[in-house]
C-alpha cells in the first residue's frame, strides 16, 4: 500500500510562492495518478489539480490555472505542487492523493490514498 507525505507548506505573504512535494512510497509510483487537493476550515475538500501516471498530461480546476503547476519525478517517486502568486483565498490544508488508474480525476473519493496534509497560509 503506498504511503504518501506532503512537504513544503507555510507562511507566505500574498503574491508569493510555494512549491509543495508529495512523496510516495510502499508502491509503485507510476502506476498513479496523482492529484491535490485542498480544504479550508469550514469549507469542502476541493480539487486543485492533478497529473497523469506517465506525467503526460495534467488538469487544473478554475481557481490555480496559470498559477499552479503540477509534476511529478518517477525516479523520486514524488509529485509537485508549485503554486506562484498566491492569494490569500488559497489559504488550505492541502493533500496529495493517489488512485491507480491512467488519468487524474477531480473526484476526491476516486483517490483511495491521501497524505496527512500541509498548511498553506498566505497573509495579506
Known amino acids: 500500500q503506498v504511503q504518501l507525505v506532503e512537504s513544503g507548506g507555510g507562511l507566505v505573504q500574498a503574491g508569493g510562492s510555494l512549491r509543495l512535494s508529495c512523496a510516495t512510497s510502499g508502491g509503485t509510483f507510476s502506476i498513479y495518478a496523482m492529484g491535490w487537493f485542498r480544504q479550508a476550515p469550514g469549507k469542502e475538500r476541493e480539487f486543485v489539480g492533478g497529473?497523469?501516471?506517465?506525467?503526460?498530461?495534467?488538469e487544473y480546476a478554475d481557481s490555480g490555472k496559470g498559477r499552479f503547476t503540477i509534476s511529478r519525478d518517477n525516479a523520486k517517486n514524488t509529485v509537485y505542487l508549485q503554486m506562484n502568486s498566491l492569494k490569500p483565498e488559497d489559504t488550505a490544508v492541502y493533500y496529495c492523493a493517489a488512485a491507480n488508474r491512467r488519468w487524474t480525476t477531480s473526484r476526491w473519493n476516486d483517490y483511495p490514498y491521501w497524505g496527512q496534509g500541509t498548511q498553506v497560509t498566505v497573509s495579506s
Open positions: 497529473i497523469s501516471r506517465s506525467g503526460g498530461s495534467t
